[in-house]
């Protein structure tokens, strides 16, 4: 009898010793573990899904499902290629687009700066005629970047859309042509306006104005990437009463779209010149000019609240530069897992890094890996630049415009998708649980992507919801 007592006493003491935070973390562990799975099974939706969210406060998982499932991220991969830019490159760093000469030759040096605009290529262009009135040749270097334009992984009839542009260290306008098309008069060709508008694109029009919807044929502006050219073939119709609009297709071979439009600027201001050409090399010409860039804050903003493919791989291959290599997906890629290695303690072993946009099919990441590497960039000295860089719900001109409204500046995230992928990670901060971290990853789909996100967001907005 005594020897039960004795137990029954050491029990209760045991219990006693409980903090008020666990029982609390196992309420809440409780209440949003059912409320989660009933979300789950009440979309009965047909996916492979993972799910990890985790407390900031103290490190523990308030809800996983096949949280070490790996699973193809998408665009979320864009997460892992900010946090790397900002452990490698710093918070100011900046791109230069260099301008040498020798003699009465010209060099365009490019700096893998993916926010050089027409403008700033113009003012360059400016600068340069008012030492030269002669160009013999404008030699072209892309030498910063290896010369491989196309990630691995991407698929192969990605076309000619704004996502899937090419790579390199000379970059332009997206490296993108923006069609700004509008009707004419009936029965008509569409009119068309091109920005840059530049030889180095050529169309065909067979559009037409109409009036009648009775089997309409929606406009199509494509590249011939089939045939890796840069002419544009323009079909279909558009509606008399139609708004003007604009939208941007890419280009092949960037470094040669880049020094066409930079000598026909060029020429505009009174420069002749007689030949083009690339040059990867290091020089010892004199500088007459340098572009330096944005810092690289103001590039992760971009990047992430628009998802642009584009600067992510500029980033990735620009990690991996170093005195002695040009910078490549192989060398940005190993120095990335690296930083997760080392840093965030994540097993490298177990994941699978491509690209640095996501785009590539042959990512694989898992929600507890993504949730790691959030958990611990909020601990550092970067927490506010990587944080402020990710879209809140509802942000206008992002990809959360339409999303997670009710959440507002609760939610804090980062959107992928492609082709039966649709992925959500991010930060929450909830009056009831706490600043949270969370990645809920959604595969293997057909169809609409809406009721997969429509999931995603009702988990995400219970979780703030006061």
């Given amino acids: 009898m005594g020897h039960r007592f004795f137990l029954l006493f050491i029990s209760l003491l045991c219990f006693s010793c409980l903090s008020t935070n666990a029982i609390k973390r196992s309420n809440h562990r409780s209440k949003i573990n059912n409320h989660i799975n009933s979300l789950i099974e009440k979309s009965e939706l047909d996916m492979s899904l993972g799910i990890k969210i985790i407390s900031l406060v103290d490190g523990k998982s308030l809800y996983e499902l096949n949280s070490e499932k790996l699973m193809i991220p998408a665009s979320n991969v864009k997460l892992i290629t900010s946090a790397a830019s900002l452990h490698y490159l710093g918070e100011k760093h900046i791109f230069e687009t260099t301008i040498l000469r020798e003699g009465d030759d010209l060099f365009l040096v490019g700096g893998a700066d993916s926010g050089l605009s027409i403008e700033v290529l113009d003012s360059l262009a400016i600068i340069v005629s008012r030492q030269m009135e002669f160009i013999d040749t404008l030699y072209l270097d892309e030498g910063l970047l290896d010369s491989m334009h196309y990630g691995k992984g991407w698929m192969w009839d990605e076309g000619s859309e704004k996502h899937s542009a090419p790579i390199s260290a000379l ?99 009174g420069v002749s010149i007689n030949t083009l050409h690339t040059a990867n090399d290091l020089h010892s010409q004199d500088t007459i000019a340098v572009h330096y860039s944005e810092p690289l804050f103001t590039h992760l903003e971009g990047m992430m609240h628009k998802s642009e493919n584009l600067t992510s791989e500029l980033l990735m291959k620009s990690i991996g530069i170093s005195d002695s290599t040009n910078g490549s997906w192989q060398s940005g890629i190993h120095k990335v897992r690296t930083f997760l290695f080392d840093k965030v303690n994540i097993d490298t072993s177990s994941l699978r890094i491509a690209d640095g946009s996501g785009l590539s099919r ?62 959500l990670s991010g930060y929450a901060f909830s009056p009831r649980y706490g600043p949270l971290t969370f990645s809920i990853m959604i595969n293997g789909f057909v169809g609409s992507l809406t009721p997969y996100r429509q999931l995603q967001d009702e988990i995400c907005n219970w979780l703030v919801r006061s």
Avoid at 213 to 239: A, M, P, S, V
Avoid at 379 to 397: I, Q, R, V
Avoid at 398 to 420: F, N
């Fill in 171 to 269: 970059t332009l306008n997206n490296n993108c042509i923006d069609f700004e098309y509008s009707p004419n008069e009936l029965g008509l060709p569409a009119k068309i306006n091109l920005y840059p508008d530049t030889k180095y694109a050529s169309t065909t029009n067979t559009s037409l104005t109409v009036k009648d919807t009775i089997n309409f044929k929606k406009l199509k502006i494509e590249r011939d990437w089939r045939g890796q050219t840069n002419h544009f073939n323009i079909t279909g119709e558009i509606l008399e009463w139609s708004e003007k609009d604009t939208i941007k297709k890419n280009i092949t071979k960037p470094g040669l779209f880049v020094g066409t439009v930079f000598k026909e600027l060029l020429e505009s201001h």
């Fill in 362 to 423: 042959y990512n694989l990441l898992s929600t507890d890996q993504v949730v790691q590497l959030l958990a611990y960039m909020y601990e550092t000295d970067y927490k506010d630049n990587f944080l402020m860089a990710l879209p809140h719900g509802g942000e206008k001109d992002t990809r959360l415009e339409e999303r997670l409204i009710e959440s507002q500046e609760k939610i804090y995230a980062k959107t992928g998708s492609i082709s039966g992928v649709t992925c």
